[in-house]
């Protein structure tokens, strides 16, 4: 299901980075049926997960890793800023130069993606519009309150009939085309409106607003023409950092989790905590997330994620570093303090 | 007539229900959705219209127009698309909107597009992309139409075209504004009742490339004929069937009047439901007078932005809406798809293979020393243009071969109903024949009884006048013996020549034809015949 189409894209979990490189392996590479994946062709990305036990004493030597200068500074959490540090350490003892690299347009990506965000997936969702949602007539459909009103008019597919047809999928289109609640009007907007305020979440629909709003006549211009020009600047800040490093690090959020529904009320906030992560969607940039460490003071020892950010089509890359990164840290396989206080 | 109406009120439920609920405000039923009969109109309904335009006042009309394209899928599914199939019988989790298909584009739209483009003498964009067009409305199963907005592919162009004589001929040039690619939503089949709606979408995804023309042509006639010509152009190319009735190509027209010499266009009214070339002039010619009256009549504030109906039952077109601000349909970049981008090598390679286009046609046939009349004939239709040009392949002479086609040959399909495709004659024996005319082997009025039986029945020019032993009597000692015959058993009619009444000649001509079976070379026969005649006077 696309929300931001021109963002969307596979993110594969592991319980390491060796297996996240299986998972990816798996499914990379050109699917025909997605006119944006690319036909590059896939390396062997299984070829990178070598034992501990092989490594030299530095495995990455001559690593150039830049630490990104803007997502260490003001507004990230202390805890979260030192792990970072030591992580960097880790590189340094892995045999990599790391160096800070600053990406002046970096704290513009947080507006810019959300705009593109919104416009998109405001866009995306208008298919959840109720018109291929109806009751259980196969065909006819009923005036929707009977004996009330000749003008109530409703619409559902008639796809029922396809049965002549030979395409395995078509089988299950009775069931899969109809999804959804259609709400009864007796008027199309209210049709369309009625069904989508009451299927809809309010997450949903303010998302749906906000980028309603962004694409529309006189504000074009202003939002979504704006955010695309900041995505190419973006876009090239890092290219350019990626031409002097190898990698780039930062953290992969501004603090530890926040507990579940803590900031409900605060969407501002909660948007605030993708900033680290949303400058590499722009740009296009595969990255790798992994946990480096706890925030030692902080609430009940939380984990820190690291993110590595390599070039475009460098995944495996990233994934021989992050595995020896992984399998070098001390407590390099390590089960995060709040857990395993609640397996006790 | 009542057919007519009843069909139109049938399609058009706004009509019936002026409060129902499908008052779109984004946009409207496409013309083809009614599929009004063709009606028959005395000519004499149209002029009454047409001679009440004042000198003072022009019109300026402007078309957009959308051909479907004959892919065989749609532009972004794998789904055939055929006209007239069952309700939602071709489709697929991609143009049925379902969440998590993705489009991937028909490579063959961007053909087309490049071809109609390149036929139209646009300038093309290299570097092209599609955006959303986005509304709500039942018939458009994502919410989105995909279309091209600010980069179309092909812009700025022009289509020539020949005014028919009897609409006072001429050669015109209507600009081209642009030529984009988009997709086709899907159609609404309203129950008789009104209570309910059924939604087909066969026809949602089908690629059209919508051609939007200059303001540039001046009455309902030059309109007509542009869309014409531009349904003949991609016929010629091959990239659409063309088809009005079907809704393969649809015209909505724009028209205003202003007082000449003002350079401000006047408020634009929009109409549609034109399902036929002479329902769009007979639309357009009454928008036009009835616009004239109310400037003549100084109430041109009556003249608002809104969309008329042609309604052909009554001859007259009607609001149908009227429009409320400008719509806003948010397009933005559809990110979904790649950006269209177009090599040098690609253009040329389309440009090499584009046929022969019918505007170059008529001036080839021109050159040839045809007159207006034979060109259009022949280079209207792609299909007569092909047997015409397939037959002048064979050697034979370009004026005989129109003359042959567009008198017995047109009119025994006119008869038969036929087209040149199903005739049995082919274009070798028709040069055959004429050939065997021109070198005297028959006779003309034998090469005509030929001709029939060729068009009926096929076979060989050469087998037939074997058989049926025609061949045309050259030898001037055996004509010879057949005038002395004739003069011999005619003494009185001699006597009357001789004495003066020398109109006798034809009667003595067509007696010696008779002798001879119709076979006898006629220049051979005048010439002894008048030497036999004259020499015992
Ligand atoms: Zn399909």
């Given amino acids: ?344 | 007539m009542s057919y007519t109406i009843f069909r139109t009120f049938q399609f058009h439920p706004f009509l019936l229900y002026p409060t129902s609920i499908l008052k779109p405000r984004n946009r409207f039923f496409f013309s083809t959705t009614t599929k009004a009969t063709q009606t028959k109109v005395p000519t004499s309904t149209q002029s009454k219209k047409l001679d009440k335009i004042p000198k003072d006042y022009e019109a300026v009309i402007g078309i957009e127009t959308h051909v479907q394209l004959s892919t065989l899928t749609k532009a972004f599914c794998s789904c055939p698309y055929s006209y007239g199939s069952f309700p939602n019988s071709s489709i697929c989790p991609v143009c049925m909107g379902l969440p998590g298909a993705l489009p991937v584009l028909n490579s063959k739209v961007i053909e087309f597009a490049v071809k109609l483009g390149l036929a139209l003498k646009c300038n093309l964009a290299f570097n092209s992309k599609f955006d959303r067009k986005q509304y709500f409305y039942p018939d458009l199963p994502k919410g989105y139409q995909i279309s091209q907005f600010d980069v179309p592919i092909a812009a700025a162009g022009f289509l020539d075209v020949d005014i028919p004589l009897e609409f006072g001929g001429g050669h015109k040039r209507f600009g081209i504004t642009r030529v984009h690619m988009e997709e086709d939503a899907g159609k609404l089949m309203h129950a008789e009742n009104g209570n309910f709606s059924r939604v087909d979408l066969n026809r949602a995804g089908v690629p059209l490339l919508e051609i939007v023309s200059e303001p540039d042509m001046r009455n309902g006639i030059e309109a007509s004929e542009y869309a014409a010509e531009l349904q003949r152009l991609v016929r010629y190319l091959g990239v659409s069937n063309g088809n009005m009735q079907e809704g393969s190509l649809r015209c909505d027209v724009n028209v205003s009047v202003r007082p000449i010499g003002q350079s401000k266009f006047g408020t634009k009214v929009e109409v549609k439901n034109l399902n036929s070339f002479a329902s769009m002039s007979r639309a357009i010619d009454f928008e036009i007078s009835r616009q004239v009256l109310l400037h003549s009549q100084g109430q041109e504030d009556q003249i608002v932005q809104e969309t008329r109906l042609w309604e052909e039952g009554s001859q007259r077109t009607i609001t149908m809406r009227k429009k409320e601000g400008l719509a806003d349909y948010r397009y933005f970049p559809e990110p979904d798809l790649p950006s269209v981008i177009l090599s040098q090598e690609y253009v040329d390679a389309i440009q090499n293979c584009l046929p022969e286009l019918p505007e170059e046609k008529r001036r080839r046939y021109e050159k040839m020393g045809l007159g207006m009349q034979d060109v259009l004939f022949l280079a209207n239709d792609k299909n007569i243009a092909e047997f015409f040009d397939a037959t002048l392949a064979k050697g034979a002479d370009a004026k005989l071969v129109a003359n042959w086609i567009m008198s017995d040959i047109a009119a025994f399909m006119k008869n038969e109903k036929l087209t040149i495709n199903n005739i049995k004659l082919t274009p070798e024996e028709l040069s055959e024949l004429i050939g065997s005319i021109k070198g005297g082997i028959i006779s003309g009025k034998i090469g005509k009884e030929i001709l029939f039986e060729l068009l009926a029945k096929g076979g060989s020019v050469k087998e037939l006048i074997e058989k049926k032993d025609l061949v045309q009597i050259a030898d001037p000692v055996e004509i010879e013996k057949m005038v002395d015959k004739v003069i011999a058993e005619n003494p009185k009619q001699v006597e009357q020549y001789r004495g003066g009444k020398t109109k006798l000649q034809g009667f003595f001509a067509g007696q010696v034809m008779k002798v001879s079976k119709g076979k006898a070379n006629p220049g051979l026969l005048n010439k002894i015949l008048l030497v036999k005649l004259n020499s015992k006077s």
């Fill in chain 1, 1 to 344: 299901m696309a929300y931001a189409s021109s963002l969307d894209a596979i993110g594969c979990f592991g319980s390491s980075v060796a297996d996240t490189g299986i998972l990816l392996h798996a499914i990379a590479g050109h699917d025909r049926f997605d006119a944006t994946s690319s036909k590059q062709e896939v390396p062997n990305f299984l070829s990178h997960f070598d034992s501990a036990s092989s490594f030299e004493s530095k495995p990455l030597k001559g690593l150039r890793v830049g630490l990104i200068r803007e997502t260490i500074e003001d507004g990230v959490e202390a805890g979260v800023v030192s792990t970072i540090r030591a992580a960097a350490s880790h590189f340094e003892e892995l045999g990599c130069t790391v160096n800070e690299v600053s990406l002046p347009p970096f704290s513009l990506g947080l507006p810019a993606y959300y705009i593109l965000a919104l416009s998109e997936s405001s866009s995306n969702l208008s298919r959840y519009d109720g018109i291929r949602s109806v009751a259980d007539s196969p065909c006819i459909l009923l005036s929707l309150r009977p004996n009330i009103h000749t003008t109530q008019h409703c619409f559902i597919l008639c796809a029922l009939f396809s049965l002549t047809n030979h395409f395995a999928w078509l089988g299950s289109i009775s069931s899969i085309s109809r999804y959804g609640n259609q709400v009864y009007a007796e008027e199309l907007g209210s049709l369309y409106g009625d069904s989508r305020a009451k299927g809809l979440g309010s997450e949903v629909k303010m998302r749906i607003l906000m980028g309603t709003y962004a694409l529309s006549a006189g504000y074009y211009d202003a939002y979504y023409k704006r955010a695309q020009q900041v995505r190419t600047i973006i876009r090239n800040s890092f290219k350019e950092a990626l031409d002097q490093y190898d990698i780039l690090i930062s953290p992969a959020a501004p603090s530890a989790a926040y507990k579940i529904g803590e900031k409900k009320n605060d969407p501002l906030a909660m948007y605030a905590g993708d900033i680290m992560t949303v400058n590499v969607n722009l740009a296009g940039l595969p990255a790798l997330v992994l946990p480096c460490g706890f925030i030692e003071n902080g609430t009940a020892g939380l984990p820190v994620g690291l993110q590595m950010i390599g070039a475009a089509f460098h995944e495996g890359e990233l994934l021989r570093v992050g595995h020896i990164f992984e399998q070098t840290l001390e407590n390099g396989r390590f089960v995060p303090p709040i857990v395993a206080d609640s397996v006790e």
